[in-house]
């Protein structure tokens, strides 16, 4: 059973920076594409970024240049540095992988 875990959401004033991570079980994510979306109020998931199993990364334009994807296979993890973060990217944080979705973080940029 693959089980997804997100971590590192916070509060953090406009154009701070924060790392989210993913953290998998049941799934070894360097095999995988691993995808992440978030979810704003009335709003459905929105894509912003993802990485395939060899590497490739693809941005949203909305985060491109400011936020980026890696994956730590040691931890079998994936991390999304999020830089010059931005009120509208004020949202609950997903990842993706192997048809699972995670609980979810919550990232509030606020002053």
């Known amino acids: 059973q693959v089980r997804l875990v997100e971590s590192g959401g916070a509060l953090v004033h406009p154009g701070g920076s924060l790392r989210l991570s993913c953290a998998a079980s049941?799934?070894?994510?360097?095999?995988?594409?691993v995808d992440w979306y978030r979810r704003t109020p009335g709003r459905q998931r929105d894509w912003i970024t993802g990485i395939s199993g060899d590497g490739r990364t693809n941005y949203h334009d909305s985060v491109k240049g400011r936020f980026t994807i890696s994956r730590d296979d040691a931890k079998n993890s994936v991390m999304l540095q999020m830089n010059n973060l931005k009120p509208d990217d004020t949202a609950v944080y997903f990842c993706?992988?192997?048809?699972?979705w995670g609980q979810g973080t919550q990232v509030t940029v606020s002053s």
């Open positions: 049941g799934v070894i994510l360097s095999t995988v594409a």
């Open positions: 993706f992988a192997a048809g699972a």
